[in-house]
């Protein structure tokens, strides 16, 4: 796992005078928006689902709760099937059998019961709390260059401090942006969407 004190750390470099705590909350808030705007923190988990349950919390990385959810996928009687991804009020708490449409809270998926026990495949999209103390390697690795870009683009749009930089801020922001739309544009190649659904009667829909 990658710590937030490695982009304190590095950021720290560039502005010597800035208090630490100050440079750790710039980090935190890259963080937070730069996951929130590119979607690109992906997590994956297996869940058991059994009947007369509906909702089933997942167990996410510390400090992270779900952004959105990008796919669903249930082994039933030995096949597999995708769940459609539907808003909270679409979603028919009474189905039964096999289910097929879910959503999601902050920490769990909520789906129709299951006449069978069976598997689920859940894969999210995670969005840092503003209390998050380090992120996976592989994203650590693949965008710290951006997140740092955010932080500093914050710290030296300050006013009136001894690190004040506002073209450096218009740099690091030009930076920032790209970073951000080079993940989302990643993230967009595997993200399924919410499915639009006209209802003409309780018993047909599509």
Not at 29 to 37: G, I, L, R, V
Not at 68 to 85: F, H, P
Not at 191 to 202: D, G, I, L
């Amino acid at each position: 796992m990658t710590g937030i004190q490695e982009w304190v750390d590095d950021v720290g470099v560039e502005v010597p005078s800035c208090l630490e705590a100050t440079i750790n909350r710039a980090v935190r808030y890259s963080m937070q928006e730069f996951f929130t705007e590119s979607e690109a923190w992906r997590f994956s988990e297996m869940l058991t689902l059994v009947t007369d349950q509906t909702e089933y919390p997942l167990t996410l990385p510390a400090e992270t709760y779900i952004l959105a959810m990008d796919k669903a996928t249930v082994g039933y009687s030995g096949q597999q099937y995708d769940l459609i991804r539907v808003a909270d009020q679409e979603l028919n708490a009474f189905a039964y059998g096999r289910p097929k449409e879910y959503t999601h809270t902050n920490i769990s998926l909520i789906m129709d019961s299951v006449s069978e026990e069976a598997e689920c495949q859940a894969r999210v999209v995670l969005r840092p709390t503003h209390k998050v103390q380090e992120i996976p390697d592989e994203l650590g690795d693949k965008h710290f260059e951006t997140i740092r870009s955010g932080a500093l683009m914050r710290l030296k749009s300050m006013t009136d401090k001894d690190w004040s930089d506002p073209q450096g801020a218009a740099k690091y922001a030009q930076m920032f942006s790209n970073g951000i739309h080079r993940a989302k544009r990643e993230a967009k190649q595997t993200r399924s969407r919410v499915r639009k659904t006209a209802k003409f009667n309780s018993g047909f829909s599509w």
